[in-house]
């Protein structure tokens, strides 16, 4: 039998290499403004007619190339970015294969212009299916001009699979962007057909971010930035309150190339928990510049993935930077401004829960006298943050705590520090018995009562539950309470948590447990109702956090002893309810993701008075 096996010709294995690198016309866009970047230009622009199908250009005021070099750079591995294998861990370069152009020039009718900047002229070159049919000197601008025409005009196969104009022009405007977003010191222009979609100067990322998404966007950014041996890592997340139920605009950027990467992303996400509702999401600008040798970018041409050696670490990096940011950056409560409707502050729906009578008094405890130690009898009650947090045992020093840290945290609202909010006369109105309305300096505040004190609750259960212990009110009658099975071992498993916030439970005789003691926050609320409700809420939360149990407790305990909407609220009860509020570190929104508090400026106020 004769030897069959052949090498295949150039043209052939180009054009086998070009489908997997030039999939669609923004394929080929990506490389051509990758190659803009690696040649130094500081301005690329973009041309593109029919969605890329009749002409891709890319011109650039880069390097340029030598004529030997203009002819080289369309032969497959063909690079000046590399020369040995371990310059293949230091990579700066976008490219370094050579097989862009290679596999491009395969599949389309391509004219290249390029000159050097100290050449007088430059060399045209023109190529066909991998075939290079004239090259001669030309006049031409400092840098290279690539016209890329009729696309898979020899592979028909694959010109039927692409999608429509208005598709593959997404694509296409979508690599743009994240090319665009990665270089904001570079200017760039898109040009389709005869509409310029983009015409961005050169500028600082926050202005590039803004110019490509709107002047509205620059309120909504902030800065996140952490320094550390093995990352450095800066850019924005978007405020929780824009947060959307549309994936928005997510980009991750390692030294200056966008990556997609699930495990990051999830980081980033998860340090906008309890800020966000669990079906929306964030936006985040975020840029890592990490050392080469710690980044595998050699998985695929085209892909987008990336490997790490140090992901853990890089992880946790970028959840507590987004956290600090959030805390510190996200104190302003001014949410839903936009919407006009926030004034109309709905009545109570028909069958809202009435939780319980107005008759009731939230203080009263009928054993005060006895036991000595009721809430009542340290002034607290039940709104504050827990005694043993912010517990000084009397009322004035509470307040004193929570107006320090509003202090601090109010210099991060904006311009206008407010403290007169903490001024003692300040006024309190509740509405609808579910909102509080009170001045402040600069405007006022309306607080939602249930989900204000529910922030406090469970900042509160958070702290004890970690590091502290809370105080427990032992009751006079112990409750017994009648279990499910299910239900029973999962108060067993909590019970250290329970305990540390202040639950006394006791004998685990059959499914029977025995109520001694709940929180002094909680004195006030009929036992079996609030341990129910907990294990009922508890089960909810921990199905869909899986892991994070005491959030998942915290989020029970906040709900079920939260002051409910529909209970008159007297003005002590407000005032610390609000000061405690303040207090939180994030006092903005409640533990399910909405918001607390909306804040209405003067300024804002005369605007709709058109005063
Ligand atoms: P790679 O970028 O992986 O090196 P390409 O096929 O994309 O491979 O490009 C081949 C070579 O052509 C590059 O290494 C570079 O030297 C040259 N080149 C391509 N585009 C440009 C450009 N716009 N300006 C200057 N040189 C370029
Ligand atoms: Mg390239």
Redesign the pocket.
């Known amino acids: 039998m004769p030897d069959i096996i052949q090498l295949l010709p150039d043209s052939v294995a180009n054009q086998i290499a070009a489908g997997e690198v030039v999939q669609r016309p923004a394929s080929a866009v990506k490389?051509m403004l990758e190659?803009?970047i690696?040649?130094g230009a500081d301005n690329i622009q973009l041309i593109v007619k029919d969605a890329g199908k009749t002409l891709i250009q890319v011109i650039?005021n880069?390097?340029?190339?030598t004529e030997t070099?203009a002819r080289l750079?369309f032969e497959r591995h063909?690079?000046?970015?590399i020369r040995q294998a371990d310059e293949l861990f230091r990579i700066r370069t976008k490219?370094?294969?050579?097989?862009?152009?290679?596999s491009i020039a395969a599949i389309a009718h391509v004219e290249m212009k390029?000159r050097l900047r100290d050449n007088e002229i430059g060399t045209k070159i023109l190529i066909s299916g991998s075939d290079v049919e004239n090259q001669e000197p030309c006049a031409t601008p400092v840098g290279?001009s690539?016209s890329v025409k009729n696309l898979y005009y020899n592979t028909p196969a694959r010109r039927n699979f692409l999608k429509s104009d208005a598709v593959e022009m997404k694509h296409i405007v979508e690599e743009f962007e994240r090319v665009a977003l990665a270089h904001s010191d570079i200017a760039f222009k898109l040009i389709h057909n005869t509409s310029e979609l983009f015409n961005l100067k050169e500028s600082t990322p926050r202005q590039r971010i803004v110019n490509m998404f709107g002047p509205k966007f620059n309120e909504r950014l902030v800065p996140v930035k952490e320094e550390t041996a093995i990352v450095k890592l800066s850019g924005f997340i978007g405020k929780p309150e824009y947060a959307r139920k549309t994936r928005g605009e997510q980009y991750f950027f390692v030294n200056n190339r966008f990556i997609k990467n699930s495990y990051l992303h999830h980081a980033v996400k998860t340090a906008f928990e309890e800020l966000i509702s669990r079906d929306s999401y964030p936006s985040y600008f975020l840029y890592l510049d990490l050392d080469p040798s710690s980044i595998d970018v050699n998985i695929h041409p085209t892909k987008t993935e990336i490997k790490f050696t140090e992901e853990r670490s890089i992880y946790a990096i970028i959840h507590s930077a987004v956290r600090n940011s959030l805390g510190k950056y996200n104190i302003s409560p001014s949410l839903d401004f936009e919407q006009e409707d926030v004034f109309n502050v709905a009545p109570l729906p028909r069958d809202a829960e009435i939780a319980q009578p107005e008759t009731v008094d939230f203080n009263f405890n009928p054993f005060d006298a006895e036991t000595g130690k009721a809430s009542a009898s340290s002034g607290s009650s039940s709104f504050g943050r827990g005694k043993s947090v912010v517990s000084p045992g009397n009322w004035e020093d509470v307040y004193q705590i929570s107006e320090r840290s509003f202090e601090s945290q109010s210099e991060l609202i904006e311009a206008d520090p407010d403290t007169s909010l903490m001024s003692e006369n300040r006024n309190f109105i509740q509405l609808q018995k579910r909102y509080i309305l009170t001045s402040i300096k600069s405007g006022m505040l309306i607080v939602d009562q249930q989900r204000a004190h529910e922030r406090v609750l469970y900042e509160w259960a958070l702290t004890v539950m970690n590091d502290q212990q809370g105080t427990s009110q032992q009751s006079l009658f112990p409750e017994t309470i009648e279990l499910s099975n299910q239900d029973c071992e999962l108060l067993k498993d909590l019970e250290p948590d329970l305990q540390k916030l202040g639950f006394t439970v006791d004998s685990f005789g059959g499914s029977s447990v025995v109520i001694n003691g709940v929180p002094a926050e909680a004195a006030d609320y009929p036992v079996r109702e609030l341990i129910e409700g907990i294990l009922e809420q508890y089960k909810n939360e921990a199905d869909s956090l899986k892991s994070a149990s005491r959030t998942a407790l915290a989020k029970s305990i906040a709900r079920n002893m939260s002051v409910k909407r529909g209970r008159t609220l007297q003005r002590e009860e407000m005032l610390e309810l609000i000061d405690a509020l303040f207090a939180c570190e994030q006092p903005q929104v409640s533990p399910g993701g909405n918001p607390c508090i909306l804040k209405f400026s003067i300024d804002e106020l005369n605007e709709k008075f058109k005063a």
Do not use: P, Q, V, Y
């Not at 880069?62 to 190339?65: A, D």
């Not at 063909?78 to 970015?81: D, G, H, I, L």
């Open positions: 490389e190659n803009a690696d040649a650039d880069g390097c340029g190339m070099d750079s063909a690079t000046s970015k490219g370094f294969r050579g097989e862009a152009l290679a390029t290279t690539i």
